[in-house]
């Protein structure tokens, strides 16, 4: 009875570890997917605006309040979706010092640190502003302002998910290592192919 309780809680815990990956995959996906086509959105409203500033010399002020709010948009879900990755900037210089389960804590107290954050002010105080903005509308555009305010509380929810799941990766890790280590791990890695490409072009 023993053995088989501890089988059916080894399997419980393989698939809710699983289910996690899963949805940090699918949410990191989505993000970068909107991240692409909102860059290309506003390559392409840029490109219309300087056409028409300079070359034309009517600009356009729908093309200009469109920039402003979409740049907007691209940098609160950036911001989560580097959150999703860990990979936003950080000084390291006391963290680096550290290892194992000290290391481990640490960064754990930072991603509650960062769920706080996006708790109080991006889902509180965004849903506050986004409630305050639903009569004012904007000037060229004409729409409601809280349609652009409600991507504040959208990116707190992503970014406490993403907090949420790292700080249970984080727990089940058997080793945590620096941060700056894994990047520096990349660098070497992609100068390892570098030289082997131009081995490769010597021969």
């Not at 194992?100 to 109080?120: K, P, T």
């Not at 700056?180 to 390892?192: G, L, M, R, W």
Request: proline share 2%; charged share 15%; with cysteine.
């Amino acid at each position: 009875m023993k053995i088989q309780s501890f089988v059916l809680f080894m399997m419980l815990y393989k698939r809710r570890r699983a289910v996690m990956i899963k949805l940090k995959n699918i949410l990191t996906k989505i993000l970068e997917v909107i991240c692409v086509i909102m860059f290309a959105f506003i390559t392409i409203v840029g490109t219309y605006q300087i056409v028409t500033r300079y070359v034309f010399n009517a600009p356009s002020t729908v093309s200009e309040e469109l920039l402003t709010y979409s740049f907007t948009w691209l940098a609160l879900l950036a911001a989560a979706l580097v959150f999703a990755k860990r990979e936003h900037m950080r000084m390291g210089f006391l963290a680096d010092k550290f290892s194992g389960n000290a290391l481990r804590w640490i960064y754990i107290f930072s991603e509650l640190l960062v769920i706080l954050f996006a708790a109080l002010i991006m889902i509180y105080g965004g849903t506050s502003i986004t409630k305050l903005t639903m009569t004012q509308v904007t000037a060229s555009l004409g729409i409601p302002m809280s349609m652009i305010y409600v991507i504040v509380p959208i990116c707190g929810i992503f970014v406490i998910l993403f907090g949420v799941i790292n700080i249970y990766e984080l727990l089940r890790a058997k080793e945590v290592k620096p941060l700056s280590a894994k990047k520096e791990t990349v660098i070497s890695n992609k100068s390892a192919v570098v030289q082997k490409a131009i081995v490769k072009g010597d021969k």
